[in-house]
């Protein structure tokens, strides 16, 4: 039997695809990969984001401007972001958020960018993608003045502690983790995993960023999330097949995927 799973960050936008996608989704097929979403990190890549949701069946996107790419001259994006994101259908907004181990763009920028992509989210009731380094007391602090949608997100690549994760879940978010598992290496992360799972864990590749140890050297892609699985399953203790499903479960809980 073959297992269902879901990458639920991933980027098909990147120009390290290019030319490769149809044989990239066949391979993600053939994992078992039942959905993945792909996200956008800047207003220039919204439309090809939302063609690859249109063109492949497995595919569904996020639109978000990703904290390291916040350009003045793109905030007036944002305001077709909403319009944009109802009506074509991308199941999250994302990749957004916060980053302290960056000097530019400038924290107080990031924060109100970040705070105006939540309350569209929260408008119009579609979930977040949230990458966070270094930021977690000042995403709390977003969170309760903004509020979340109904179906709150994630936080993707998660390396907060089990602690952060406890406080974040009674806000509504979950934790998707990918390469980062493959490093079996961390006590932290083993107690943090124990608290998410199995409610508020997810996979993702994040490729072709973050590649699983086994696929290092080599372009990673949506498939290798069968690594990640292995890992998350090891540290786990549960088979393979249990934390597929469950993961997959979650997945489809958040961004409302029928699968
Ligand atoms: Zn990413």
């Not at 990458?131 to 709390?140: D, I, K, P, V």
């Not at 936080?155 to 974040?168: M, Q, Y």
């Not at 864990?201 to 699983?212: C, G, R």
Request: net charge negative.
């Amino acid at each position: 039997m073959i297992m269902q799973l879901v990458d639920t960050h991933c980027h098909l936008e990147s120009s390290l695809y290019r030319g490769q996608l149809d044989g990239i989704i066949a391979g993600a097929k053939k994992a078992g990969i039942r959905a993945l979403i792909t996200s956008s990190i800047e207003p220039g890549q919204w439309e090809q984001s939302l063609s690859l949701s249109e063109k492949y069946d497995i595919v569904h996107c996020s639109l978000g401007i990703h904290p390291w790419y916040i350009r003045e001259q793109d905030i007036p994006a944002l305001d077709s972001l909403k319009d944009m994101a109802r009506r074509r259908g991308a199941v999250a907004i994302g990749e957004i958020g916060l980053d302290s181990n960056i000097d530019r763009p400038d924290f107080n920028l990031q924060r109100r960018v970040f705070e105006q992509q939540l309350a569209i989210a929260k408008e119009i009731d579609i979930p977040v993608i949230i990458h966070c380094r270094g930021a977690f007391n000042e995403l709390l602090v977003a969170i309760k003045r903004t509020g979340l949608p109904e179906r709150g997100g994630t936080v993707h690549s998660f390396s907060g502690s089990a602690e952060i994760a406890e406080v974040l879940m009674k806000y509504g978010l979950s934790f998707s983790l990918g390469g980062i598992l493959t490093y079996r290496n961390s006590r932290k992360r083993e107690k943090m995993m124990g608290v998410i799972y199995p409610d508020h864990f997810l996979l993702e590749t994040d490729s072709p960023d973050i590649p699983p140890v086994e696929a290092k050297g080599s372009l990673h892609v949506p498939a290798n999330i069968l690594y990640n699985l292995k890992a998350a399953a090891e540290i786990l203790c549960r088979p393979e097949e249990e934390v597929a499903r469950q993961t997959t479960e979650n997945a489809a809980r958040i961004f409302n995927l029928s699968l």
